[in-house]
């Protein structure tokens, strides 16, 4: 199946900080289920024409040309002399999916050009090339953003869509044989260049450190397909990006040197299911250096200690490369790589297919309650610039309610934007909205986020490019009132017919008697927020009870007044109501009731085995389906304890993330944010906000048998990297120091009834 060209693999050589788990090879199912895949990969569209593939390499080496004449004319006018000019030369490198070489057709190709110490970054490479690029004709819709973190030009050249980021070297001439993987490139390297240049040396490192080059493409190109059709395929909206799904796949194939995709895919779900973050996934030793350069320790590095589920970057500087991820978002993560498990484990019983993986997560069908932001400005140029500024807080929104609710609250962010045909120049995201499982509408009273979406929308307001009719709106709205152009052709979709993998999982649960009943069974214990059933949305009982005096300005949401009390429950649980239980159920006889028992009791007894740290482990709580297959009982994926054991000695060793208080629990933000005392707020009035003249933020809390009263500061803290800093997780909704007294918060959700200065 591999090509014996693209192994890394040499003599036995060990590739990652441990040994495998398993050296074994693929059999004749793994080969049939591998050829499956790629053939599911195929017909799903994942791989571009060849005449494509020629486009491409014809526009980079069309680039290349390009920064060649501009380094020499820069070279000219900076008065060097003729020799020098001659030897001036610039080379572009590849990265991200193109170099990785899991691009699909249309993909954008992130590149870098690397320059010479003379060639500046903000007067020749924003001034002059970009002059060089707007002249040509091949050139379209060219964007230059001088002031990002990674400062990057982007255009379309020949129609294909390119990121250049620049890199300037300590070095008078560029050679053409350039090896960026070395340390010495950085040497003398400002901020912008070791961050510019990060890309590529990562890129180029994770194809060093994996056993097999092509068995790594097919896996990363399912697992990115599987993670966009599931939702969580998003950096900015505090899921995992491109980079952060290579490199968990390319942990797994140093795991499972031999395997083909068919089992990296099953063995993917299954290490990450059993993972203990924030244990951090890494591909090889973090190397301190001998420049200096600060590198991921949480040891050393206070800020390191506050990421949830680091995953490390092999290329030094060694880095998080996945700090945007939240409480939240970890959960949902967490509990599709559950079910991914569940589906991978019933395809080798024959009892699920590919399409199963890969079926759409109906996010507008999961929750009851949602938060719709909506962004809108004078024209095209002024809203493409405010929507890059919101969508990069937006992922503040998601962290000031969870901290503000004491993760009570949980949100789901949409990882995409929607857009009102019907609205020029207007913007929409999402936020699914539910109560943590297993907290009652008693026992967690209610909630009061309108100063939390209030504060949000002050640090929005502070961009420094603001212009006239640049503004936001939040609102809440209820499922059945999310507007119409959400859905594929302006329509919404009527009831599925056919049964998803959710759907089936929530009959055979009933069946069995293991199904958690609707309203009753509010009370479970629950670790870290999520639980240890397969629905992601569990049923939250009364969430719109808790909703009180909800008004919005929006056209898209009207004016919202709940009053009656309403479930949030799992698009499994939604889509069962017009499905025949019991004709299901006879459909599936070979799966009795005294089989799903007994599988089940024996995952629940591998959930006892105790970690070295004395915790004990999340463990699969799926029913493995029975084994039917001849070739699936050569390969049974049920849990082993040898298997766990196996999974426990490849994680690094722990480190014990701050327990701090909550006020000392803050975002590093840019932007200004007013921090006042906190206030209860029982009211269900509008709260108004302009950029002009705000209130203070208050935020109604309770905690124990006083309210909790402190302000948020960013304590001093350096920022690495934008808005790094995640907010730890506190296990018990409240922190340490903190009555064990769940909090009495109330939740109401305004927006600002008329729309003047900057905010709305």
Not at 412 to 430: A, L, Q, V
Not at 542 to 550: A, D, L, T, Y
Request: glycine fraction near 6%; proline fraction near 6%; charged fraction near 25%.
């Amino acid at each position: 199946m591999a090509n014996p060209g693209l192994s890394n693999r040499n003599n036995g050589q060990r590739l990652g900080i441990t040994e495998p788990i398993s050296l074994g090879g693929p059999t004749d199912y793994d080969v049939m289920k591998t050829k499956e895949l790629e053939k599911y990969l195929q017909d799903a569209g994942l791989y571009e024409s060849q005449e494509e593939a020629v486009g491409r390499e014809e526009v980079l080496g069309r680039l290349d040309q390009i920064v060649k004449v501009w380094v020499k004319t820069i070279s000219r006018a900076k008065g060097l002399n003729e020799q020098l000019v001659q030897e001036a030369n610039a080379k572009i490198f590849t990265f991200g999916s193109y170099r990785l070489g899991v691009h699909g057709p249309g993909a954008d190709i992130d590149t870098l050009c690397v320059g010479p110490r003379h060639a500046t970054r903000e007067e020749d490479f924003f001034g002059e090339l970009h002059r060089m690029l707007a002249e040509m004709p091949e050139v379209t819709e060219l964007h230059p953003v001088p002031d990002a973190h990674v400062p990057v030009l982007k255009f379309k050249f020949g129609g294909v869509s390119i990121d250049l980021l620049y890199a300037k070297l300590s070095l008078w001439v560029i050679p053409e044989d350039l090896d960026i993987s070395q340390d010495s490139i950085l040497q003398n390297a400002d901020e912008q260049t070791v961050r510019s240049l990060n890309g590529c040396r990562v890129t180029d490192q994770i194809l060093r450190l994996v056993p097999n080059i092509q068995n790594f493409r097919t896996t990363l190109r399912c697992m990115r397909l599987w993670a966009k059709c599931r939702g969580v395929y998003s950096n900015v909206a505090g899921f995992l990006g491109g980079i952060n799904w290579a490199l968990l796949v390319a942990r797994i194939c140093q795991l499972y040197p031999n395997a083909l995709p068919n089992m990296l895919v099953s063995r993917f779900f299954r290490v990450y299911t059993q993972w203990r973050w924030p244990n951090p996934v890494m591909l090889c030793i973090i190397e301190e250096g001998s420049l200096g350069l600060q590198v991921w320790d949480p040891r050393r590095n206070p800020k390191d200690r506050y990421h949830l589920m680091p995953i490390i970057t092999p290329a030094y500087p060694s880095m998080n490369s996945s700090y945007n991820v939240s409480s939240s978002t970890l959960r949902i993560m967490s509990e599709e790589f559950q079910r991914g498990s569940e589906i991978c484990e019933a395809m080798e019983s024959n009892k699920a297919e590919w399409d199963t993986l890969f079926e759409t997560f109906p996010f507008f069908e999961a929750y009851k309650n949602y938060l719709q932001i909506d962004i809108n400005a004078e024209n095209a140029d002024d809203l493409r610039k405010w929507k890059g500024w919101v969508e990069s807080r937006l992922r503040q929104l998601t962290l000031k309610i969870e901290r503000h609710t004491y993760n009570m609250l949980q949100c789901h962010p949409h990882p995409g934007d929607f857009s009102d045909k019907s609205k020029p120049f207007h913007c929409s995201y999402f936020m699914g909205l539910q109560r943590k499982q297993g907290i009652s509408a008693n026992e967690g009273g209610t909630f009061d986020i309108r100063a939390t979406v209030d504060e949000f929308k002050q640090a929005v307001n502070v961009y420094t490019l603001w212009k006239p009719g640049m503004e936001i709106r939040v609102c809440h709205v209820k499922k059945k009132n999310i507007p119409n152009f959400v859905f594929p052709g302006g329509v919404r979709p009527a009831r599925p017919s056919k049964l998803t993998w959710d759907m089936r999982r929530t009959l055979e649960l009933k069946a069995s008697g293991h199904a958690q009943p609707d309203k009753s069974d509010e009370n479970k214990t629950v670790l870290d927020g999520a639980d240890h059933g397969r629905k992601r949305k569990q049923p939250d009982d009364n969430v719109e009870n808790s909703i009180r005096n909800v008004k919005s300005v929006a056209p898209s949401c009207g004016d919202v007044d709940i009053s009656s009390p309403i479930s949030t429950v799992s698009s499994s649980s939604i889509k069962c109501d017009n499905v025949d239980t019991n004709k299901f159920v006879e459909s599936q006889t070979e799966i009795s009731e005294k089989n799903l028992e007994d599988n089940c009791r024996k995952i629940e007894n591998l959930a006892n085995v105790p970690y070295k740290n004395g915790d004990s482990e999340v463990s699969s709580s799926s029913c493995p389906p029975t084994q039917t297959s001849p070739e699936a009982v050569a390969h049974a994926s049920s849990f082993t304890v040898a298997e766990k054991m196996d999974i426990e000695k490849v994680m690094p060793g722990s480190y014990a993330p701050h327990q701090a208080v909550l006020e000392e629990l803050d975002e590093l933000e840019d932007d200004l944010e007013h921090r006042n005392k906190v206030k209860c707020e029982m009211n269900g009035n509008q709260v108004e906000s302009s950029r002009q003249n705000e209130p203070g933020v208050s935020v109604t809390s309770m905690c124990g048998t006083g309210p909790f009263n402190g302000s948020y500061s960013n304590g001093g803290l350096e920022e690495l990297e934008p808005a790094e800093l995640v907010v730890p997780s506190v296990s018990n909704g409240c922190s340490a120091s903190i009555p064990q007294r769940k909090p009495i918060i109330r939740m109401s959700f305004t927006s600002l009834a008329k729309t003047t200065g900057k905010s709305s």
